[in-house]
Nanobody, 131 residues
Framework: QVNLVESGGGLAQSGASLSLSCEAS?????????IAWFRQAQEKEHEFVAA???????????VYSDSAKGRFTVSRDNSKDTIFLQMRSLKPEDTGVYFC????????????????????WGQGTQVTVSS
């Protein structure tokens, strides 16, 4: 069983920065899992934000949605079993509940961006960006 706990959400003004953390616990193989961040705005479906994917010899590779590219940075610290999402230049449209999710390494970016790739989900943390 893999447990994921997000933290770091809150209220921010447009243009500000926030950092989210996702602490993973469970079997050691989770360190080679793909870990993604999704967000869900009110009454909308989960939207892919970013992911780190274990790529064997290459180690972790990062993938971003178009909206996150250039503004957000995803990283993993296996010594702390924690995945981070650093968000800067926040916009009101970044508002939502942010979830981290864990699943097996994915063969492509398109698979990484699908919620169906992820078996384990955290409870989410709210991010609200005011204009």
């Amino acid at each position: 069983q893999v447990n994921l706990v997000e933290s770091g959400g809150g209220l921010a003004q447009s243009g500000a920065s926030l950092s989210l953390s996702c602490e993973a616990s469970g079997p050691s193989y989770v360190r080679s899992y793909a870990i993604a961040w999704f967000r869900q705005a009110q009454e909308k479906e989960h939207e892919f934000v970013a992911a780190v994917n274990w790529d064997g010899l290459l180690g972790d590779t990062s993938v971003y949605s178009d909206s996150a590219k250039g503004r957000f940075t995803v990283s993993r610290d296996n010594s702390k079993d924690t995945i981070f999402l650093q968000m800067r230049s926040l916009k009101p449209e970044d508002t939502g509940v942010y979830f981290c999710a864990a699943g097996p390494p994915a063969p492509s970016s398109s698979v990484l961006s699908r919620p169906s790739n992820y078996r384990y989900w955290g409870q989410g943390t709210q991010v609200t960006v005011s204009s």
